[in-house]
T-cell receptor
């Protein structure tokens, strides 16, 4: 299975600032997925990132708040923009799916103060 | 409307005994179900899955049972080991969903399993 390197692993940010999270995969993949896990809650899909096209966002998530880049088949970034304390979560990238198990990155624990 | 529910937030069992984690779903279009295990400070790790055409899938100490009529699945771990202590997530997907969302999974809230030595 693929190996994903995600960074940063954690960060504490001031409200109103932005943070970019990076995921590097050790093999080429068509789709990458970005999830959020708020404290005590399940993983919620933010968007699906395809190389060469705009990301597809789930209900409740918008590109202005969570811009995503997918410049090639092994790399993607998620930016959390204009942060507020409500954005404090664990953010995870993943690959796979299509009826098989995802491989997840180790996650980015974000705290907004 | 939460489509995948894990009603037990926590479960504690003795080492060597059976652990049974439960999951219910509401969307009848789900046709593929997965269990993930998550340790602190790590991403979830895929554990085992089952297709809706089956009612049981076994992999070593882990067995997943699916009851489609009840929209219920369970994960059995036997014998349980202290290293199994983790958060377990149930997930469900509709593999026939449109190409844009192919492979999208809906997750439950997780059950924290503690296996006592």
């Amino acid at each position: 299975s693929a190996v994903i390197s995600q960074k940063p692993s954690r960060d504490i940010c001031q409200r109103g600032t932005s943070l970019t999270i990076q995921c590097q995969v050790d093999s080429q993949v068509t789709m990458m997925f970005w999830y959020r896990q708020q404290p005590g809650q399940s993983l919620t899909l933010i968007a699906t990132a395809n190389q060469g096209s705009e990301a597809t966002y789930e209900s409740g998530f918008v590109i202005d708040k969570f811009p995503i880049s997918r410049p090639n088949l092994t790399f993607s970034t998620l930016t959390v923009s204009n942060m507020s304390p409500e954005d404090s979560s664990i953010y995870l990238c993943s690959v796979g799916g299509q009826g098989v198990g995802y491989t997840f990155g180790s996650g980015t624990r974000l705290t907004v103060v | 409307d939460q489509q995948v529910k894990q009603n037990s937030p926590s479960l504690s069992v003795q080492e060597g005994r059976i652990s049974i984690l439960n999951c219910d779903y509401t969307n009848s279009m789900f046709d593929y179900f997965l269990w993930y295990k998550k340790y602190p400070a790590e991403g979830p790790t895929f554990l085992i899955s089952i297709s809706s055409i089956k009612d049981k899938n076994e992999d070593g100490r882990f067995t997943v049972f699916l009851n489609k009529s009840a929209k219920h699945l369970s994960l059995h771990i036997v014998p349980s080991q202290p290293g199994d202590s983790a958060v377990y997530f149930c997930a469900a997907s509709d593999i026939n969903e449109g190409n844009t969302n192919a492979g999208k999974s809906t997750f439950g809230d997780g059950t924290t399993l503690t296996v006592k030595p």
